[in-house]
């Protein structure tokens, strides 16, 4: 039982160019959330998925997009990097309030 | 504005004794609210939490109460011990079941000391 897994853990892009996050849960929850995490900051939710095919926007959900085709995964999408977008990123899911945590992306945009 | 606050960005305890982490928050619709530690590298994994209806929950080490009218939470260890040293973020949640996702403290690094 893995839990939530992201891929990848690490990535540096440069501006402008764009990338996929996955993440991945095999505890068949129905929600799923993406994060971000910047120094001195908790985490802000950017978009999030009340079950499949499903999304919706959080606190911060601008400059990335989001798709829920099959239940267990939830992909985050930057179409255009901006070094404002430079930040650690965490997957979570949940079934009621309790979230588990995917263990982060370090994404760095330069 | 921050609708979750811990005021304390760091905290610093004798091995042993007890560390209590505070939190405030503002919105009133909140209902259900967790603490998370978090290690470096790491992602938060869930600690304890606490429903809107009750005052006060325990498992183990870790107590959380909460002062509704106050609107204040706080998380109680005891006895402190070295693998506590972390980051601990306090979340709440609005009425749903946590379908819309959790609104986070900024959290407070606890270091216990030997």
């Known amino acids: 039982n893995a839990g939530v897994t992201q891929t990848p853990k690490f990535r540096v892009l440069k501006t402008g160019q764009s990338m996929t996050l996955l993440c991945a849960q095999d505890?068949?929850?129905?929600?799923m959330y993406w994060y971000r995490q910047d120094p001195g900051m908790g985490l802000r939710l950017i978009h999030y998925s009340v079950g499949e095919g499903t999304t919706a926007k959080g606190e911060v959900p601008d400059g990335y997009n989001v798709s829920r085709l099959k239940k267990q995964n939830f992909l985050l999408g930057l179409e255009s990097a901006a070094p404002s977008q430079t930040s650690v990123y965490f997957c979570?899911?949940?079934?009621?309030?309790?979230?588990?945590f995917g263990p982060g992306t370090r994404l760095t945009v330069l | 504005d921050q609708q979750v606050k811990q005021n304390s960005p760091s905290l610093s305890v004798q091995e042993g004794r007890i560390s209590i982490l505070n939190c405030d928050y503002t919105n009133s619709m909140f209902d259900y609210f967790l603490w998370y530690k978090k290690y470096p590298a790491e992602g938060p994994t869930f600690l304890i939490s606490?429903?809107?209806?009750?005052d006060k929950n325990e498992d183990g080490r870790f107590t959380v109460f909460l002062n509704k009218s106050a609107k204040h939470l706080s998380l109680h260890i005891v006895p402190s011990q070295p693998g506590d040293s972390a980051v601990y973020f306090c979340a709440a949640s609005v009425k749903g079941g946590g379908a819309d996702g959790l609104t986070f403290g900024k959290g407070t690094h606890l270091i216990i000391q030997p």
């Open positions: 505890m068949n929850h129905e929600y």
């Open positions: 979570a899911s949940s079934q009621v309030y309790e979230q588990f």
């Open positions: 606490i429903s809107s209806i009750k």
